[in-house]
């Protein structure tokens, strides 16, 4: 049998849930159900397929529901059940939320992913550090001190002064010393009371002020130990007469 453009036509009496029998042919036919039947494609008036399911959170997972995200695969305590779909959590504009348990200081769970990750310390997770503004503070152990410790003392003749110290954690980036007379300054780094001599500079009459600078990473002062910036006064009168006061302004930034 063909029609009048010898196309041969495909009829069938069987609709949608009808049993399947193998000698029957069905045009509007999509696929077979697991419970035997045929099902029809449900398509809109643009001949566009139309995807429909059950709601997704906690649906069985052989129901391939529309909405479903990912399959639940351990309870742990949720509320949606072992081995069903969970469906992704979506803002106003479509965009996926992740969602996941606090993770700074808690330990580390395979699989879990929380979303603040950043990076672990060999046993916990740890975040990254930022400002109010969310710009990225560099600290990787918790240290505190960062910016400019200034103080002044007066230098004795030929007597090595303390002029100022911190204590760590620290970066140093410089250390300015100055003097209204001749002068040595001298930084000392290291365990704490038990410091050693490590960088040393003169002044001048023309150019009585000295900067220290260090690496790029700066100089690390860690914890339990500090370092001391002194002077001594060089000048050829003897004390008191020669005695001046010594400037030191130590800079740092976010301790290590």
Known sequence: MVDYDSALPVRGNVQD????????????????????KYRGMNVDSEGRQLVIGPVADGADTEG???????????????????????SLALDAFGRTICVGQVADGSAIIA????????GQDGTNVQTLLTDTSGRLIVNVGGGTKAGTFFNNANLVKDSPTLIKTIAGPAVVKRVYASG???AKFEILVGVTSSEALEFVQFNSTANPNVVFEFTEDGL?????????VQGTNL????SPASDFDGYATIVTEVGI
Do not use: C, M, Q
């Open 111 to 118: 699989n879990a992913n929380p979303v603040l990750i950043a």
């Open 17 to 36: 849930a009808d049993s399947v029998y193998a000698e029957n042919t069905l045009l509007v036919t999509a696929g077979v159900s697991l419970d035997g």
């Open 64 to 86: 391939y529901p529309l909405l479903g995200g990912g399959l639940f695969e351990t309870n742990g305590g949720s509320a949606v059940a072992t081995g069903k779909n969970t």
């Open 235 to 238: 000048e050829n009168r003897a």
């Open 180 to 182: 209204s007379g001749l």
């Open 220 to 228: 690390t002062i860690p914890t339990g130990s500090s370092i001391v």
